[in-house]
Nanobody
Framework: QVQLVESGGGLVQAGDSLRLSCTSS????????MGWFRQAPGKERESVAR????????YYADSVKGRFTVSRDNAKNTVYLQMDSLKPEDTAIYYC????????????WGQGTQVTVSS
Protein backbone atom coordinates (compact mmCIF):
# COMPACT_ATOMS: atom_id res chain seq x y z
CA GLN A 1 0.00 0.00 0.00
CA VAL A 2 1.16 3.52 -0.80
CA GLN A 3 -0.05 6.64 0.97
CA LEU A 4 0.34 9.98 -0.75
CA VAL A 5 0.04 13.31 1.05
CA GLU A 6 0.04 16.61 -0.84
CA SER A 7 0.94 19.95 0.67
CA GLY A 8 1.78 23.46 -0.42
CA GLY A 9 -1.53 24.70 -1.77
CA GLY A 10 -2.96 28.06 -0.90
CA LEU A 11 -4.41 31.36 -2.05
CA VAL A 12 -2.16 33.49 -4.24
CA GLN A 13 -2.48 36.31 -6.73
CA ALA A 14 -2.07 35.99 -10.47
CA GLY A 15 1.61 35.93 -11.39
CA ASP A 16 2.69 34.41 -8.09
CA SER A 17 4.34 31.04 -7.56
CA LEU A 18 3.62 27.99 -5.45
CA ARG A 19 5.41 24.71 -4.94
CA LEU A 20 3.35 21.64 -4.24
CA SER A 21 4.87 18.62 -2.58
CA CYS A 22 3.64 15.05 -2.50
CA THR A 23 5.26 12.69 -0.04
CA SER A 24 4.86 8.95 -0.25
CA SER A 25 4.98 6.36 2.45
CA UNK A 26 4.86 2.65 2.00
CA UNK A 27 6.49 0.82 -0.85
CA UNK A 28 9.59 1.88 -2.74
CA UNK A 29 8.87 5.31 -4.16
CA UNK A 30 11.29 4.95 -7.07
CA UNK A 31 9.19 2.10 -8.45
CA UNK A 32 6.35 4.48 -9.22
CA UNK A 33 5.72 6.78 -12.14
CA MET A 34 4.24 9.93 -10.61
CA GLY A 35 1.64 12.31 -11.91
CA TRP A 36 -0.01 15.57 -10.94
CA PHE A 37 -3.65 16.13 -11.81
CA ARG A 38 -6.13 18.90 -11.11
CA GLN A 39 -9.86 19.32 -11.00
CA ALA A 40 -11.60 22.65 -11.12
CA PRO A 41 -15.23 23.10 -10.02
CA GLY A 42 -17.59 21.78 -12.65
CA LYS A 43 -14.79 20.38 -14.78
CA GLU A 44 -13.31 16.96 -15.32
CA ARG A 45 -10.01 16.00 -13.78
CA GLU A 46 -7.10 16.68 -16.09
CA SER A 47 -3.50 15.59 -16.20
CA VAL A 48 -1.09 18.42 -15.49
CA ALA A 49 2.35 16.82 -15.39
CA ARG A 50 4.03 13.44 -15.18
CA UNK A 51 7.51 12.26 -14.31
CA UNK A 52 9.23 8.95 -14.84
CA UNK A 53 10.81 6.77 -12.20
CA UNK A 54 14.22 8.41 -12.32
CA UNK A 55 12.99 11.83 -13.32
CA UNK A 56 14.53 11.62 -16.74
CA UNK A 57 11.27 11.96 -18.62
CA UNK A 58 8.58 14.53 -18.00
CA TYR A 59 5.29 15.49 -19.60
CA TYR A 60 3.25 18.68 -19.32
CA ALA A 61 -0.20 19.67 -20.41
CA ASP A 62 -0.12 22.44 -22.98
CA SER A 63 -1.93 24.75 -20.58
CA VAL A 64 0.97 24.67 -18.09
CA LYS A 65 3.97 24.10 -20.34
CA GLY A 66 6.70 26.65 -19.64
CA ARG A 67 5.14 27.66 -16.31
CA PHE A 68 5.09 24.43 -14.27
CA THR A 69 8.00 22.12 -13.49
CA VAL A 70 7.69 18.62 -12.09
CA SER A 71 10.58 17.02 -10.25
CA ARG A 72 11.18 14.25 -7.76
CA ASP A 73 13.59 13.34 -4.99
CA ASN A 74 13.51 9.59 -4.56
CA ALA A 75 15.68 9.80 -1.45
CA LYS A 76 12.93 11.86 0.19
CA ASN A 77 10.04 9.92 -1.38
CA THR A 78 8.72 13.22 -2.66
CA VAL A 79 7.53 14.64 -5.96
CA TYR A 80 7.19 18.37 -6.50
CA LEU A 81 5.24 20.65 -8.76
CA GLN A 82 6.73 24.12 -9.07
CA MET A 83 4.06 26.45 -10.40
CA ASP A 84 5.13 29.86 -11.68
CA SER A 85 3.23 32.67 -13.36
CA LEU A 86 -0.01 31.35 -11.94
CA LYS A 87 -3.26 32.31 -13.61
CA PRO A 88 -6.81 32.36 -12.26
CA GLU A 89 -7.60 29.41 -14.55
CA ASP A 90 -5.07 27.34 -12.59
CA THR A 91 -7.48 27.38 -9.66
CA ALA A 92 -8.31 23.76 -8.80
CA ILE A 93 -7.73 20.96 -6.38
CA TYR A 94 -4.38 19.40 -7.22
CA TYR A 95 -3.79 15.70 -6.72
CA CYS A 96 -0.69 13.57 -6.99
CA UNK A 97 -0.92 9.96 -8.07
CA UNK A 98 1.37 6.97 -8.35
CA UNK A 99 1.46 4.38 -11.11
CA UNK A 100 3.26 1.11 -10.49
CA UNK A 101 5.61 -0.40 -13.03
CA UNK A 102 3.59 -2.27 -15.65
CA UNK A 103 0.32 -0.67 -14.62
CA UNK A 104 -1.76 1.29 -17.10
CA UNK A 105 -3.75 3.20 -14.54
CA UNK A 106 -2.67 5.21 -11.53
CA UNK A 107 -2.97 2.96 -8.52
CA UNK A 108 -2.79 5.45 -5.66
CA TRP A 109 -4.05 8.97 -5.14
CA GLY A 110 -3.53 11.67 -2.57
CA GLN A 111 -6.31 13.59 -0.91
CA GLY A 112 -5.63 16.76 -2.87
CA THR A 113 -4.57 20.30 -2.03
CA GLN A 114 -6.49 23.43 -2.99
CA VAL A 115 -4.83 26.06 -5.15
CA THR A 116 -6.70 29.32 -5.62
CA VAL A 117 -5.37 32.08 -7.85
CA SER A 118 -7.05 35.46 -7.61
CA SER A 119 -6.98 38.01 -10.41
Amino acid sequence: QVQLVESGGGLVQAGDSLRLSCTSSGRTFSNYYMGWFRQAPGKERESVARISWTGGTTYYADSVKGRFTVSRDNAKNTVYLQMDSLKPEDTAIYYCAARATGSINYNYWGQGTQVTVSS
